[in-house]
């Protein structure tokens, strides 16, 4: 919730001082975030990398069923923004669904979705991704104890691999930190995917 709410204010903060010229203009000439991306996804392929081991032993345990759970949470959320993409005129369906297809990693898929789609898109994965984060950290307990140990993991989305973690173990128990690891790894990795397909075509 703490790191949420940091990341909100920076980014309310940059909006502020761009919207009030406090910004030297060298900043302003360039699109860094082009140079950003890579780099976030080499940090991603370093936390994967550092920790693939934790990954086998679900599979070991649960086998093929492992799959069900991030495969839940991206047809989920795909289904979810698809059916209220008539409610947003003023974007058309791929856009909506590829703002949900962010899954709570804003910072990704809002850097995919601005070179893609342009600034207001991307803005937007920013801000709704980053809002689904906040109210998994809120719900989670509430989520564990009247809709199961795995709803809080499918909530967390993208983020139920590190944000979200500790509060999913305390509220559905240690058991469930390899779930919602794997989980989290594999959700991760089909957001640049899931994206990326949705402009190919």
Not at 64 to 92: D, K, V, W, Y
Not at 143 to 157: E, N, Q, T, V
Not at 167 to 177: D, R, T, V, Y
Request: net charge neutral; proline share 4%; aromatic share 10%.
């Amino acid at each position: 919730m703490k790191n949420s709410l940091i990341i909100l204010c920076c980014f309310i903060t940059g909006i502020l001082l761009a919207y009030y010229h406090c910004i030297p203009d060298i900043f302003l000439a360039y699109d860094y975030s082009n140079y950003i991306l890579p780099v976030m996804m080499f940090c991603v392929g370093i936390s994967i990398g550092g920790d693939i081991k934790s990954l086998y032993a679900p599979i070991k345990k649960y086998k093929l069923r492992i799959l069900l759970i991030p495969s839940a949470t991206i047809a989920g959320s795909i289904a979810i923004t698809f059916l209220i993409s008539p409610l947003f005129q003023s974007i058309n369906i791929r856009e909506t669904i590829a703002i949900g297809s962010g899954f709570g990693y804003y910072s990704l898929s809002a850097i995919i979705l601005k070179d893609l789609a342009g600034n207001e898109i991307g803005m937007m994965a920013l801000i709704s991704n980053m809002t689904r984060e906040i109210i998994a950290l809120i719900t989670i307990p509430i989520l564990a104890r009247y809709c199961g140990k795995l709803a809080p993991i499918s909530a967390a989305g993208a983020t139920s691999i590190d944000t979200t973690l500790p509060i999913i173990a305390k509220s559905c128990g240690e058991q469930f930190i390899i779930i919602s690891i794997f989980h989290g790894v594999l959700v991760d990795i089909s957001v640049p995917i899931i994206i990326s397909i949705l402009y190919t075509f």
